[in-house]
């Protein structure tokens, strides 16, 4: 499975950004997908996750009643909504699936990842 996300850019802090990830093709089994963040000098910290077939979400706490993470199955893409944005939420964002239907915030529980896409809020 490759995945592709799209959606970053230059924003300023409060606005609201959509990413999107698609998946190349449709995995063996089903699914979790999540979204991690990776800010220069520091490690990748765990953003979103979203179980097999949606109704179960997990975020972080930096996070947590700003971002909604989301995915449509027929299409295979999940999303990320992220609202009132602050210029720490500035990091490479990354999506990634796991051959699995639960959900996981660690990032080693993950077996394919997208390149990333750069989110910049400025003050």
């Known amino acids: 499975v490759q995945l592709q996300a799209s959606g970053g850019g230059l924003v300023q802090a409060g606005d609201s950004l959509g990413l999107s990830c698609a998946a190349s093709?449709?995995?063996?089994?089903?699914?979790?997908a999540g979204w991690f963040r990776q800010a220069p000098g520091k490690e990748r910290e765990f953003v979103a996750t979203?179980?097999?077939?949606?109704?179960?979400?997990m975020y972080g706490q930096s996070v947590k009643g700003r971002f909604t993470i989301s995915r449509d199955n027929i299409k295979n893409w999940v999303y990320l909504q992220m609202n009132n944005l602050k210029p720490e939420d500035t990091a490479i964002y990354y999506c990634?699936?796991?051959?699995?239907?639960?959900?996981?915030?660690?990032?080693?529980?993950?077996?394919?990842w997208g390149q990333g896409t750069l989110v910049t809020v400025s003050s």
């Open positions: 990634a699936a796991r051959s699995s239907p639960f959900s996981s915030p660690s990032p080693v529980a993950y077996s394919y």
């Open positions: 093709s449709r995995t063996d089994s089903d699914f979790a």
């Open positions: 979203i179980a097999w077939p949606g109704r179960n979400t």
